[in-house]
Each structure stands twice: as C-alpha cells, then as structure tokens.
C-alpha cells in the first residue's frame, strides 16, 4: 500500500485469451480463475491488511479482524527497509492466524514502489527474505499465501521489467522448495494503469512451474468507475485467471475508487478482496483505518462500510473449511439452462434472455456462445450482446457456471441476423483530466442526440502532442490526427446519452497541455 507515497492516475486496456493447464497442487491453489482449498472447495478471500510491522504489538488485532466475519488477513511484514520481522515473528504471525481461523497472506511490503522510492528493494530481494524465513512458513500451505512483494514497481515501471522480475521471483521460489500459492501484485503502485500485468499476465502464470499464482490488483484513484472496474475483471477472467483485488479503499488522494462496484462485482464473479487497512495509516490516508487506534469497538465510515455493508465481509465471509467445518467439494454441474429468447437487435447487438439454471449450491454466471467462440457473459439470464458484426447471422447458446467451475450442457441454439450498420452523429466534448511533466490525461465524451448502435470520432493535436494509450475505445492514426471508435461493450448509446472514454497523451511544451480540435 501506498501509505506515505502519492500516485499518478491512468487506465486499462485489453490482453490477449490464454487458458493454463491442469496442475497438481496440495494446500490453497488456483483452478481457472478460482482460488481452491487442499480439499477442492472454492476459497474466496474476504479481508482486510493489518500494518504489523510497524506496530508489532497490535496482535490483538487478528482476534478483531475475526470477529467481524473477516476469513483472511493480509499482514505486512519487511526484512529490512523497515525493522525486519524475523523467522520467529513470522511463525508468530501464523499461529496467531491460525488460532482465529484466518488465512493468513504474507506480504513483504520492501518493494513498494521501486525504480521510484527510494530505499525500495527490488523481488529479488524480496525472495532471500522469504528463503531467510522459510521454516516459519513450511508445511502452511493450507494456511499461509505468499505475496511476493508490495506495489513491486512504481509509474516509471517498464513492462519488461515488471515481467521479468516477477517471472523469476516466483521460478525463485519454487526453487527453494516454496509449495504454496503466490500471490504476485501489479506494478503503477498496485494500480496497473500501464497494462502491464494484465497485457502479461499468462507469461508469468506460465513461469511458475506449480501454475500456482494469483494476480493482485490495487483498486483506488484509477478505478473510480463501473467500467474500469467491471473491465478489468472481466479481462481476467475471459482469459481464465486468477485475480484478487489485493488492496481497495473508499477514497484516496489521487481519486475516489468506486467501491460500490469493487465489492459488487468481486461478489458476483466470485473474486476476493482485501480492504486496506485496519489500523494505523500515516502519510495522509488516516481516513483509509477501519478502526480507531485498533479498538474493535471503534468502527470508521470505512470500516462500516467493508464489514457491515452491502457485499461486505460479514454478508458474503465464508471461513475456510480447513479450520473444522470440512465441506464436500463441489462437484456438480448446473442444470442446463433455457433456450435463449432474442429481441431488440441491432447491426452490432441483441438481447438475450432465458430460463435460469438451477444447482446444487448456487449458479454464480452464464455465458453466451456462438460456436466456440464466447460473446459476453452474465450474473442473471439476460444479456445484451455489443460488438457484433452488421449484417450477420449468428447461432447462440448459453451455459452456466457455478462457483467451483462446473459448467452445465449448453442449451438449444437460438439464431438472428444482425440489421445493416449506422451513423455515429454524436458531439465529442474534451475534457483534460490530469497533467505532469511531458505527460497528461486527456478524455472525450460523445453525447448523441439519437440512439446508436456504434460510434466513432476523430480529434487533431498540434506539434509535439502524441497520444499513447487509449482505453474505452480503438484508435487508429499516428498523428496528428487520431480516431477513436467503440469498443464491443460500449457501442450501443441510446437517445440523449454519452458515452466517455480516455487516453494518455505526451506533450513537450509547459504549462497547460493544449486542447485537440475535432475535424
């Protein structure tokens, strides 16, 4: 976390489709996008971090965090950019976990922010900590995950750079005999406003021989929409990966992250999360402690709002059952379900609704499917397909899923032709959102008189501007002219609406970056 450091803010994009093989694994492990338990019951990680490395003497606070209905607890420790946490604190820290039924993930927080904070030490680094404290952690791979190392790069970060170390921390540690499940987190601060992590993120999930490693992602100032929220899930798990939101918060000093949504879409798709932080920030961010100088009893707006409220800890924790409530794995398929019935198409869209499945535990999802290719997914039995060709026949189905990944038989196919393509006729408006040197955060919002199916816009920069990243929408053009056209989810906009999406632009001037015209 962040805790005494400031961010930059930008945003998402898109990475290519890679399924992992099967692998064996004792203790917590991941299958798909999902985090599974020794005995293949699905875990869900649902917690908070607690800052122990700087306040050593709150061990009180594992008993607290239990006692709000938390099943997991993210717990900083150093080995040397602050006062190490030696083998002994460690064990300690695990059987403090284990006697509240916690799991416990393990983070060495050293690496925050490195190639830009000083005193940062680099996943190198950060492995000899973990080999140093090995026997506090061996034979806990049912309680214990290793994160790695904290917000590992900072926003001068290169891509191969994050990739590479990340590759081989982790091949590190499978070398020194680690079993358990990594966890390796984002670079930008955790935020991943680069892409790097989601662009690579099947490279580094091959580089772990166990295929055992979850993605991290840090939700503040950058996900501070539905969209970016929603897209960067779902880019995970259409590329079958396993993703938890490793640290989030309510607000932060570089924006306000929709923790709505965070929370929401975490529960719907069976993602984990971890609030940060129960205790103790500095540095500025003191309104991210959940509780009041470690007192239980002294609940925050934040903390409220992550235990108690709607998608929070205590309505959606479940406690591993490793810790004596042993459940039977799911193996059950979902009911098959209905034939989907299809309305209100369009050149690029239609949608789509049928009977729900049924299962034994619960259908968490649907997919919709033309042949083998996969057009969108869903948490109810509707869905509005986006992005498809004008003047198309396709044949659907639908399949469902549960939490565990069982997948039920497809139902009957329904078929329709999509309508003949159309105008854009929506009025761009720009909007500069953030500068710095050489640098700045631009973003267009196109309001449309009319309903629309698709969109498209075209913008020009004078010498010495250049756009560089684009994320709710395509771009083509190298300069000085760019045009920018939807993206499958956000073609459709109906009459008096707006659709925004944003871009990163480099500039070699002072002052104030200079405003595009439209042609």
């Known amino acids: 976390m962040r805790t005494r450091l400031a961010f930059l803010v930008a945003l998402l994009a898109s990475f290519f489709v890679w399924a992992p093989p099967a692998h064996a694994a004792t203790g917590l492990h991941v299958s798909g996008t999902k985090i599974l338990e020794g005995n293949g019951t699905p875990f869900v990680m649902r917690g908070t971090s607690h800052a122990h490395t700087w306040y050593p003497s709150q061990t009180a606070s594992f008993a607290g965090i239990k006692s709000l209905g938390a099943n997991t607890v993210r717990v900083v420790l150093s080995g040397g950019r602050w006062t190490p946490n030696t083998a002994s604190d460690v064990a300690n820290v695990v059987s403090l976990c284990t006697q509240n039924k916690l799991i ?5 927080h050293d690496t925050t922010g490195y190639g830009e904070q000083s005193g940062a030490y680099t996943l190198d680094q950060a492995v000899d900590y973990w080999i140093s404290v090995k026997s506090a952690v061996a034979g806990q791979e049912d309680h214990v995950v290793i994160n790695i ?82 897209d960067y899930m779902q880019r995970f798990q259409t590329a079958n990966l396993p993703l938890v939101v490793g640290e989030f918060g309510f607000n932060h000093s570089d924006g306000d992250p929709d923790e709505d949504t965070i929370m929401a879409q975490a529960q719907s798709r069976g993602i984990g999360y971890l609030g940060w932080s129960w205790s103790g920030n500095g540095g500025g961010v003191e309104y991210l402690d959940q509780v009041t100088d470690f007192n239980t009893a002294g609940l925050t707006s934040w903390g409220r709002r992550l235990f108690n409220g709607a998608n929070g800890i205590a309505q959606t924790s479940r406690e591993a059952t490793v810790y004596g409530n042993p459940g039977t794995p799911d193996t059950q398929k979902p009911g098959r379900p209905g034939r989907p019935a299809v309305s209100e198409v369009t050149s690029t869209g239609a949608k789509l609704t049928w009977a729900a499945a049924t299962d034994n535990v619960g259908v968490t999802g649907y997919d919709v499917y033309s042949g083998t290719t996969r057009l969108g997914s869903a948490t109810t039995a509707s869905l509005t397909l986006t992005g498809l060709t004008p003047s198309t026949a396709y044949t659907v189905h639908v399949v469902a899923r549960d939490a565990a990944g069982n997948v039920s038989d497809a139902s009957d196919t329904a078929s329709f032709t999509t309508l003949a393509g159309q105008a854009s006729g929506c009025t761009p408006s720009y909007k500069l959102v953030n500068s710095w040197q050489g640098g700045f955060q631009g973003e267009i919002t196109l309001r449309c008189a009319g309903a629309v199916t698709s969109w498209k816009t075209s913008l020009t920069y004078p010498s010495g501007v250049g756009v560089t990243q684009v994320w709710n929408a395509t771009m083509t053009g190298n300069g000085p002219t760019y045009t920018f056209a939807n993206v499958g989810y956000n073609g459709g906009v109906p009459a008096g609406g707006s659709v925004t999406f944003g871009y990163i632009g480099s500039w070699n001037g002072t002052g104030t970056p200079p405003a595009p015209t439209f042609p």
């Not at 416990?104 to 060495?108: A, D, F």
């Open 149 to 230: 190392g904290n917000e590992p790069f900072g926003n001068n970060a290169t891509t191969p750079g994050w990739t590479q170390a990340t590759s081989a921390a982790i091949k590190r540690m499978r070398d020194a005999g680690f079993q358990h499940l990594l966890m390796v987190d984002a670079p930008n601060w955790g935020q991943d406003w680069s892409f790097t992590m989601r662009d690579n993120a099947a490279t580094v999930f091959a580089a772990d021989p166990q295929r055992n490693t979850v993605f991290s992602i840090h939700m503040y100032g950058v996900f501070d929409t539905a969209a970016e929220v929603t």
């Open 104 to 108: 416990c993930v393990l983070e060495n």
